[in-house]
């Protein structure tokens, strides 16, 4: 398996902001990867390093097997790019835009254009200054997408997308991944993510907090167990790894870390088991756990 | 709720965000006034020396086109109100509608003023707050003018109806932004449409003012600068010209009133009609960008100069006559074109003058064409275009293209239109069209040096690219000024334009000029160098 992206002890300040802090990055050739953390996390500041237009203070770089900053000309031939916050010239119409940055990329499909066209329903003849958020947004995708590249590097670009448009997205991005393109996806939508990316890597305050699959991450959260039991759960509380117990007579909802769910099952058999239920972690759950400060984020969940 | 609930507290935002530029504003048209008036009184302190300098000067057409009547050329402050109050009330109207629109339109179309109008904020509330502003601006201006021309032992009558004159051009032009603001949706238009009202109530007023007895004088009382200028301070004041001025500015309040009730937040006036739904084929590089982004400002320029070159020239001719064989005139009219008290022909002295001013009107231009660059970067257009093979080099060199050779165009306009107006009078077209082009070309030097210091700010310390625009208010004092204040030479020597050869009529030396092309070079080439390594949006 090849490497797209490789970031390794990555670090950038602004002035006084520390805004990346040794961040890890490895996406493989071929795959979705998600790129998730809090608003102000790092990931745009990132996105812009891989891309040559900011420069890393310390740590590695390689994009697609070369340096972002002296072969970015070469490179950027080979990926495509929709910015967090689109700005479109005021005065160019979408369809001008969308051929003016496929030109710039060295030609867009034009077959491909006018599908994603058609099924982002975007009327290309409008000027830049009259699209809405979620149309602006559509310009950059389909300027993107339309190109035939490696590599695409996209930053939230669902936000102001209504859920049509999104299911639209999604399409197209398991289309781009049928045909061997690497995504970098960053994203707060979670069922998005959720649905489309192989792997992810969730970062937070300028440093990689975990990367791994969907499965991976599930395994290091907590499984909510609801049961109805024999006799009332004493000493149930006390398992190691078991949270946020409450009990209501014979009935007790908790939950459990990974490692201490075989003793809260065998506890349960002993004083026996009327009725379970048990939930894997949603990924609300999960991320909420990531994206939170301190004690209660990823120090929790690493224990 | 009224529509101008909010207005109290916009307006604290307009003050906060303006903190640093109004004052800036304010102080140094203030001391441009009051030093011009101390200079004069310094310089010409008997009525007998203001008498020689003035001789021929309330008759002469062309300086009349230029820096308005002389109504009393014997008094220093009556000196003062012909040689700042025209030019003066440009600067302060142009302030004034810079201010208004950058809190108005420019809000809008950002979307800034979206999620200030969702709040408890009247519909009308910034738009009162930016008038409000300009004209609180307006009004300090014209206090501290008028106080500071009291302090210098001139007739308060007199210093306070100048004030009054500069704090009534910049409301004048407050209230026409604010109308123009409604009209289009880009600050840049809406800056444009109001800055192109200036220069035609300027243009008005000149031709008015150097028509002859029998000529179009009744021009001048088309423009509301031609009425300003009617106030005559410190020459028997006229107070009540400022009646039509106050109706002319309730009228354009009124309008631009009505016309944002009328319209959607983020619209114009005119709705925007649909383009193509492909790029033409030509629009495929970073100078087929630059082009589009370019070519109408670059047009607007054009033409405004062209009709600058035919207004000069077509005045030129009948200098000649009025001020035939007075020396004193000659050397009076040659210290206003900086050529340090040298005969020669009086008309070329005038037209060389007039270029040079031209020149410096076209720098403003190169700036703004360079500091493109640093607005795409900011507004996060230029990411998506550095994010394609295209390297910032090329990218910038786009938009520098129009700064360098763009900025030929509208010098080459004014320079034919000069060429063309002033052949036809004097019947040798095939002489002074290829002459004063020439002479208009020669200002690039000069002009690019300028877009230099802006280009080197951009790529070095791009938060301070307002460098570029401090370079050349730096230059329009030293060239304006200079000459007149008798300032010393080193200091008329940090402008580039005092390096160009005067022409038509002086003598053409290449090194200054080659040394002038090689410290533009050398600026631009430290910003690119610059702006490679450094971090770009």
């Given at each position: 398996m090849?490497?797209?992206?490789?970031?390794?002890?990555l670090t950038?300040?602004?002035?006084?902001?520390?805004?990346?802090?040794?961040?890890?990055?490895?996406?493989?050739?071929?795959?979705?990867?998600?790129?998730?953390?809090?608003?102000?996390?790092?990931?745009s500041?990132?996105?812009?390093?891989l891309?040559?237009?900011l420069?890393?203070?310390?740590?590695?770089?390689?994009?697609?097997?070369?340096?972002?900053?002296?072969?970015?000309?070469?490179?950027?031939?080979?990926?495509a790019?929709?910015?967090?916050?689109?700005?479109?010239?005021?005065?160019?119409?979408?369809?001008?835009?969308?051929?003016l940055l496929?030109?710039?990329?060295?030609?867009?499909?034009?077959?491909?254009?006018?599908?994603?066209?058609?099924?982002f329903?975007?009327?290309?003849t409008?000027?830049?200054?009259?699209?809405?958020?979620?149309?602006?947004?559509?310009?950059?995708?389909v300027?993107?997408?339309a190109?035939d590249?490696?590599?695409?590097?996209l930053?939230?670009?669902?936000a102001?997308?209504?859920?049509?448009?999104?299911s639209?997205?999604?399409?197209c991005?398991?289309a781009?991944?049928?045909?061997g393109?690497?995504?970098?996806l960053?994203?707060h939508?979670l069922d998005?993510?959720?649905?489309?990316?192989?792997?992810?890597?969730?970062i937070?305050?300028?440093?990689?907090?975990q990367?791994?699959?969907?499965?991976?991450?599930?395994h290091?959260?907590?499984?909510?167990?609801?049961?109805?039991?024999?006799?009332?759960?004493?000493?149930?509380?006390?398992?190691p790894?078991?949270?946020?117990?409450?009990?209501?007579?014979?009935?007790?909802?908790?939950?459990?870390?990974?490692?201490?769910?075989?003793?809260?099952?065998a506890?349960?058999?002993?004083?026996?088991?009327?009725?379970?239920?048990s939930?894997?972690p949603t990924?609300?759950?999960?991320?909420?756990?990531?994206?939170?400060d301190?004690r209660?984020?990823a120090?929790?969940?690493?224990? | 709720?009224?529509?101008l609930?909010g207005?109290?507290?916009?307006?604290?935002?307009?003050?906060?965000?303006?903190?640093?530029?109004?004052?800036?504003w304010?102080y140094?048209?203030?001391a441009?006034?009051?030093?011009?008036?101390e200079?004069?009184?310094?310089?010409?302190?008997?009525?007998?020396s203001?008498r020689?300098?003035?001789?021929?000067?309330?008759?002469?057409?062309?300086?009349?086109?230029?820096y308005?009547?002389?109504?009393?050329?014997?008094?220093v402050?009556?000196?003062?109100?012909?040689?700042?109050?025209?030019s003066?009330?440009v600067?302060?109207?142009?302030?004034?509608?810079?201010?208004v629109?950058?809190?108005?339109?420019?809000?809008?179309?950002?979307g800034?003023?979206?999620?200030?109008?969702?709040t408890?904020?009247?519909r009308?509330?910034?738009?009162?707050?930016?008038?409000?502003v300009?004209?609180?601006?307006?009004?300090?201006?014209?206090?501290?003018?008028g106080?500071?021309?009291?302090?210098?032992?001139?007739?308060a009558a007199?210093?306070?109806?100048?004030?009054?004159?500069?704090?009534?051009?910049?409301?004048?032009?407050?209230?026409?932004?604010?109308?123009?603001?409604?009209?289009?949706?880009?600050?840049?238009?809406?800056?444009?449409?109001?800055?192109?009202?200036?220069g035609?109530?300027?243009?008005?007023?000149a031709?008015?003012d150097?028509?002859?007895?029998?000529?179009?004088?009744w021009?001048?009382?088309?423009s509301?600068?031609?009425?300003?200028?009617?106030?005559?301070?410190?020459a028997?004041?006229?107070?009540?010209?400022?009646g039509?001025?106050?109706?002319?500015?309730?009228?354009?309040l009124?309008?631009?009133?009505?016309?944002?009730?009328?319209?959607?937040?983020?619209?114009?006036?005119?709705?925007e009609?649909?383009?193509?739904?492909?790029g033409?084929p030509?629009?495929?590089?970073?100078?087929?960008?630059?082009?589009?982004?370019?070519?109408?400002?670059?047009?607007?320029?054009?033409i405004?100069?062209?009709?600058?070159?035919?207004?000069?020239?077509?005045?030129?001719?009948?200098?000649g006559d009025?001020?035939?064989g007075?020396?004193?005139?000659e050397?009076?009219?040659a210290?206003l074109?900086?050529?340090?008290?040298?005969?020669?022909?009086?008309?070329?002295?005038y037209?060389a003058?007039?270029?040079g001013?031209?020149?410096?009107?076209a720098?403003a231009?190169?700036?703004?064409?360079?500091?493109?660059?640093?607005?795409?970067?900011?507004?996060?257009?230029?990411?998506p275009?550095?994010?394609?093979?295209?390297?910032?080099?090329?990218?910038?060199?786009?938009?520098?293209?129009?700064?360098g050779?763009?900025?030929?165009v509208?010098?080459?306009?004014?320079?034919l239109?000069?060429?063309?107006?002033?052949g036809?009078?004097t019947g040798?077209?095939?002489?002074?069209?290829?002459?004063?082009?020439?002479?208009?070309?020669?200002?690039?030097?000069?002009?690019?040096?300028?877009?230099g210091?802006?280009?080197?700010?951009?790529?070095?310390?791009?938060?301070?690219?307002?460098?570029?625009?401090?370079?050349?208010?730096?230059?329009v004092?030293?060239?304006?000024?200079?000459p007149?204040?008798?300032?010393d030479?080193?200091?008329?020597d940090?402008?580039?334009?005092?390096?160009?050869?005067?022409l038509?009529?002086g003598?053409v030396?290449?090194?200054?000029?080659?040394?002038?092309v090689?410290?533009?070079?050398?600026?631009v080439l430290?910003?690119l160098?610059?702006?490679?390594?450094?971090?770009?949006?």
């Amino acid at each position: 398996m090849t490497t797209a992206i490789s970031v390794a002890g990555l670090t950038k300040t602004f002035g006084p902001t520390r805004a990346l802090n040794g961040l890890d990055l490895h996406v493989h050739s071929g795959e979705v990867h998600g790129f998730l953390g809090p608003n102000g996390a790092g990931k745009s500041t990132t996105i812009r390093i891989l891309l040559g237009l900011l420069r890393a203070d310390a740590g590695t770089v390689r994009l697609l097997g070369g340096d972002p900053r002296r072969d970015s000309a070469a490179l950027h031939r080979r990926l495509a790019y929709v910015p967090g916050d689109v700005t479109l010239w005021p005065t160019l119409t979408g369809g001008e835009m969308i051929d003016l940055l496929g030109r710039l990329r060295g030609g867009l499909d034009p077959r491909r254009r006018a599908d994603l066209l058609e099924r982002f329903d975007l009327d290309p003849t409008k000027k830049g200054r009259t699209y809405s958020k979620g149309n602006r947004q559509k310009v950059a995708l389909v300027a993107a997408l339309a190109c035939d590249v490696e590599l695409l590097l996209l930053d939230e670009p669902t936000a102001g997308l209504d859920p049509v448009m999104e299911s639209v997205f999604r399409d197209c991005i398991r289309a781009e991944r049928r045909d061997g393109r690497t995504v970098l996806l960053s994203s707060h939508v979670l069922d998005e993510v959720e649905a489309l990316c192989d792997r992810v890597s969730i970062i937070r305050n300028g440093r990689t907090e975990q990367t791994g699959t969907l499965a991976d991450l599930r395994h290091l959260s907590r499984t909510s167990v609801t049961a109805e039991l024999a006799g009332p759960p004493t000493g149930v509380a006390d398992l190691p790894g078991v949270h946020e117990v409450t009990v209501r007579g014979t009935r007790l909802s908790c939950q459990v870390d990974a490692a201490g769910l075989d003793g809260l099952l065998a506890a349960l058999t002993r004083i026996g088991v009327r009725g379970l239920v048990s939930r894997p972690p949603t990924l609300e759950e999960l991320f909420l756990r990531y994206y939170q400060d301190g004690r209660t984020g990823a120090q929790a969940v690493a224990r | 709720m009224s529509t101008l609930t909010g207005t109290g507290a916009m307006i604290r935002l307009a003050l906060r965000r303006d903190r640093i530029l109004l004052p800036v504003w304010v102080y140094g048209l203030t001391a441009l006034v009051v030093g011009t008036a101390e200079s004069f009184a310094r310089l010409y302190p008997t009525v007998a020396s203001r008498r020689q300098f003035a001789t021929g000067i309330g008759s002469n057409p062309a300086v009349r086109a230029i820096y308005g009547h002389g109504f009393d050329l014997t008094s220093v402050g009556g000196l003062t109100a012909w040689r700042i109050g025209g030019s003066g009330a440009v600067l302060v109207a142009l302030m004034s509608l810079l201010v208004v629109t950058r809190h108005t339109r420019a809000e809008e179309e950002t979307g800034r003023l979206e999620l200030l109008g969702a709040t408890v904020v009247g519909r009308h509330a910034g738009l009162a707050a930016a008038v409000a502003v300009a004209v609180g601006a307006d009004l300090a201006i014209g206090v501290l003018t008028g106080l500071g021309l009291v302090g210098l032992g001139l007739s308060a009558a007199g210093s306070f109806a100048l004030g009054l004159s500069f704090g009534a051009a910049g409301m004048v032009f407050a209230a026409v932004a604010a109308v123009t603001a409604q009209l289009t949706g880009s600050a840049r238009a809406a800056n444009g449409i109001a800055a192109g009202a200036l220069g035609a109530a300027y243009l008005l007023r000149a031709v008015g003012d150097a028509a002859g007895p029998g000529g179009p004088s009744w021009l001048s009382w088309l423009s509301p600068v031609g009425w300003i200028e009617q106030s005559r301070a410190f020459a028997g004041e006229r107070w009540w010209v400022f009646g039509p001025v106050a109706a002319l500015v309730a009228v354009c309040l009124g309008g631009s009133a009505a016309l944002a009730g009328r319209r959607d937040t983020g619209a114009g006036l005119f709705a925007e009609r649909p383009g193509p739904a492909g790029g033409a084929p030509r629009l495929a590089g970073p100078f087929a960008l630059a082009w589009r982004l370019h070519r109408g400002t670059l047009a607007g320029w054009s033409i405004g100069f062209a009709v600058l070159g035919v207004l000069l020239g077509s005045i030129a001719s009948g200098i000649g006559d009025l001020v035939d064989g007075s020396p004193q005139v000659e050397r009076a009219v040659a210290r206003l074109g900086g050529q340090g008290g040298g005969s020669g022909d009086i008309v070329d002295a005038y037209l060389a003058e007039s270029i040079g001013v031209a020149g410096l009107i076209a720098a403003a231009y190169a700036i703004q064409a360079a500091l493109r660059l640093r607005a795409e970067e900011t507004a996060q257009r230029a990411e998506p275009v550095l994010a394609t093979p295209v390297g910032r080099i090329r990218w910038a060199c786009g938009h520098l293209l129009f700064a360098g050779a763009g900025s030929a165009v509208p010098l080459l306009a004014v320079g034919l239109g000069a060429g063309v107006a002033h052949g036809l009078r004097t019947g040798d077209l095939g002489t002074q069209v290829p002459r004063l082009a020439g002479a208009a070309l020669v200002q690039l030097p000069a002009v690019w040096v300028l877009a230099g210091i802006a280009v080197a700010a951009f790529g070095l310390v791009p938060q301070a690219t307002v460098a570029g625009w401090a370079a050349l208010a730096a230059c329009v004092l030293v060239g304006q000024l200079g000459p007149v204040l008798r300032l010393d030479q080193w200091a008329l020597d940090v402008s580039p334009f005092t390096h160009l050869p005067k022409l038509p009529g002086g003598t053409v030396a290449a090194a200054p000029v080659l040394v002038l092309v090689g410290l533009a070079a050398a600026l631009v080439l430290a910003g690119l160098v610059g702006l490679r390594r450094r971090d770009v949006g």
